[in-house]
């Protein structure tokens, strides 16, 4: 891969924040409930099981990036693994999972702001409301990818502050009572569950996309991922105990964590978690506005799309067109699809990305002949654990999530064929 941008403007504190806003975002301040519904208190073992399994895909990512500088992650490491058309087929749901969840974070900004007006969450408000943070976030990104960054900076600390304050007042607070009985409704929603708990880990394999625009990239970026995936784990089985902890009735709750935070805090403290769930939801906007684009970026410069793609702006030296490109189908989807829709979506696609990465890693090792830099210890075995991992956790998805990925993934293969032969018939004209 080219060098994009020899100046490489992010640092490892930039791409810990990316990773931490894309896995900290809207799911944990409307998923407890869900959970507790599910499976009681056990439903902070929930996060710990998934956060475990998925630890192991964590480390594949953080070791395939290890041997990678440009822009794509797992599309790069698909790419020399499995060939140029698997690698495709990558890269392209790689790109749909970010639009994806752009567009299912955008349509809950709104939903919360009903805490204070109900009027607020109606569908017309949630909608243009979504489409006003898409649109504002790619504005941003498209005038700087440090300004993105800066973006993504500020909202990944402000939105931590209320999720620790929370943590550190509720935790100590707990009412041992409401663990009992511990799994009311057995273990088999364990599955589903997990399910919903898979969608708020998926974020970490955002942090090698823009590597790019890294400084000392296949050092830094392994860091970012491990880290932000520890943290993002320990944070999570914290927040579901204190919440499980402070309200017996979370299950019941429509704003599961603002009334959690009510009982420990004060009246006060559901407003301040749910202006925390705005702030969150926008930094997560912010995050998939910035990595988003650069799957196009790296789709172009591999020769995958048109070059164009990866044209950088005169000025503000960003990819412009893979940015409103992404912005202007995150608003398409947005308005089509609600959040649940999109959330489910999501999982499989995000599925497919994990899948490839970790079958991907003992390839690249004999490929590359790496003898310095991150490894996974214990040969094939955390690779193994991961594939096996993200086939169960995928597993749980409906026959209608796979259906959308798979024609998601056909769409993909016919929009090539269509831009591969216009741009041949374009080079025949000119000629």
Not at 395 to 405: K, T
Request: proline share 6%; aromatic share 12%.
């Amino acid at each position: 891969m080219t060098d994009r941008n020899s100046a490489r403007p992010l640092s490892l504190f930039d791409i810990t924040c990316i990773g931490v806003n894309a896995i900290v975002g809207s799911s944990i301040f409307l998923f407890p409930g869900r959970l507790a519904g599910m499976l009681g208190p056990a439903s902070v073992l929930s996060f710990g099981l998934s956060g475990l399994l998925l630890s192991s895909v964590a480390l594949c990512f953080a070791e395939a990036s290890a041997d990678f500088d440009g822009h794509g992650g797992p599309y790069l490491y698909a790419r020399m693994a499995f060939g140029p058309s698997v690698g495709y087929g990558i890269g392209w749901l790689c790109w749909l999972a970010e639009v994806l969840s752009l567009a299912a974070v955008a349509d809950g900004i709104a939903i919360y702001l009903g805490f204070f007006n109900p009027a607020w969450a109606a569908p017309v408000v949630v909608k243009s409301s979504a489409v006003l943070v898409i649109v504002v976030m790619g504005a941003i990104n498209y005038r700087g990818v440090k300004l993105g960054a800066w973006t993504s900076n500020f909202f990944t600390v402000a939105k931590l502050v209320p999720l620790l304050l929370f943590v550190a007042v509720g935790l100590p607070k707990l009412h041992w009572t409401n663990f009992a009985p511990f799994a009311p409704h057995g273990w088999k929603p364990m599955g589903a569950a997990c399910l919903l708990t898979f969608f708020a880990y998926s974020g970490f394999e955002v942090v090698p996309v823009p590597a790019g625009e890294v400084g000392d990239a296949k050092k830094m970026v392994p860091i970012a991922t491990i880290f932000s995936m520890a943290f993002s784990a320990l944070l999570y089985m914290a927040i579901q105990a204190a919440a499980v902890g402070a309200r017996p009735d979370l299950a019941l709750s429509q704003q599961p964590l603002a009334d959690a935070a009510a009982a420990v805090l004060g009246p006060w403290g559901a407003g301040f978690i749910v202006i925390g769930a705005v702030i969150s939801t926008a930094g997560f906007c912010a995050g998939c506005a910035l990595g988003g684009p650069r799957y196009l970026v790296a789709l172009a410069d591999s020769g995958d799309w048109p070059k164009i793609f990866g044209a950088l702006h005169a000025r503000y030296r960003t990819p412009w067109l893979a940015i409103w490109t992404t912005t202007l189908l995150s608003i398409a989807l947005a308005l089509l699809l609600d959040f649940n829709k999109l959330v489910d979506i999501t999982v499989v696609v995000v599925c497919a990305q994990y899948l490839s990465t970790c079958a991907a890693v003992p390839i690249i090792r004999k490929l590359t002949r790496r003898k310095h830099g991150f490894r996974v210890p214990g040969g094939i075995f955390l690779p193994a654990v991961g594939f096996v991992s993200t086939l169960w956790l995928g597993s749980q998805a409906s026959l209608g999530e796979l259906g959308w990925c798979f024609g998601m993934l056909a769409g993909g293969f016919v929009l090539k064929f269509i831009l591969t032969r216009a741009s041949q018939q374009a080079k025949i004209l000119k000629n």
